[in-house]
């Protein structure tokens, strides 16, 4: 698809993480290598090119949930929380990963357009587009499939699976329609609203229902495209 070539060039220099180091020290990423949430971080981060330290929780002892990290870090005791190389910190990774483009504009890959009016708002619809369309149904079908299965050891619920299947595949279908005229979401350009979508597409294709992306022919083209960049196979070496 049009606009391929130039993007392949470009992401062969993408530093894959802990490569290039910050003015003044790490940054501080407290979370979970397999966490989706984690990994949208780590992606961006491998894109700008930024050193840092992953400090993994220990959710099985339920450290996110305790009072020193709710009234500190996370007050509804979730994660990623990133604590900038100043002491700034923040947390919902996609509020993460926007304010990471922000404070770090220049080093590595552009990933919100800032010198175009209309880019930069095709990029903010792109993201709303995975934010509210994409998301809830692919999250819902990962909970169902992978969550209850590995840390409930329950089963699916089949009638459930279905219903999910088919909501993400009818978002699937107006993402075969856009991604046939332009190669990403936003339009010509890789951006960050493509990258948010990498870590909840790869734990669908991974657990048994890549078809959703496989039968579409510009999607899968799509998904080829993004998840073959550097970051994010650096991101997946770390598992």
């Given amino acids: 698809m049009g606009g391929t070539a130039s993007h392949l060039t470009r992401r062969a220099t993408v530093p894959a993480p ?5 003015s003044k020290g790490n940054i501080i990423v407290h ?7 984690t990994q949208r971080v780590l992606v961006t981060l491998a894109e700008k090119g930024l050193k840092y330290e992953l400090k993994p929780l220990k959710i099985m002892e339920s450290e996110q ?33 926007r304010y990471l483009e922000e404070k770090y504009k220049g080093k590595g890959t552009e990933l919100i357009p800032s010198k175009d009016i209309q880019a930069r708002a095709f990029f903010e619809q792109a993201a709303n587009i995975e934010a509210f369309n994409f998301d809830p149904p692919a999250n819902a079908l990962i909970r169902e ?13 089949p009638i459930k699976v279905a219903q999910y299947r088919e909501d993400l595949g ?13 190669p990403y979401l936003a339009g010509q350009v890789y951006t960050m609203a493509d990258l948010f979508h990498l ?3 790869q734990f669908i294709i991974k657990f048994g229902d890549g078809d959703l992306f496989e039968s579409r022919p510009n ?4 998904w080829e495209r993004i998840s073959s960049r550097p970051s994010w196979k650096a991101v997946q070496e770390m598992k």
């Fill in 145 to 157: 499939t992978v969550v209850k299965k590995i840390f409930y050891q329950k089963e699916p619920d």
């Fill in 219 to 222: 999607v899968k083209q799509w």
């Fill in 31 to 37: 979370g979970l290598v397999l966490s989706t949430n």
């Fill in 65 to 97: 949930k305790s009072r020193q990290y709710v009234e500190g870090m996370q007050p509804f005791g979730l994660f990623p929380v990133l604590i900038d190389t100043d002491g700034f910190k923040i947390y919902e990774s996609r509020a993460i990963c």
């Fill in 18 to 22: 802990n490569d290039i180091e910050t």
């Fill in 170 to 182: 009818s978002k699937l279908n107006v993402y075969e329609n856009i991604l046939s005229k332009q």
């Fill in 199 to 201: 870590p909840c597409a």
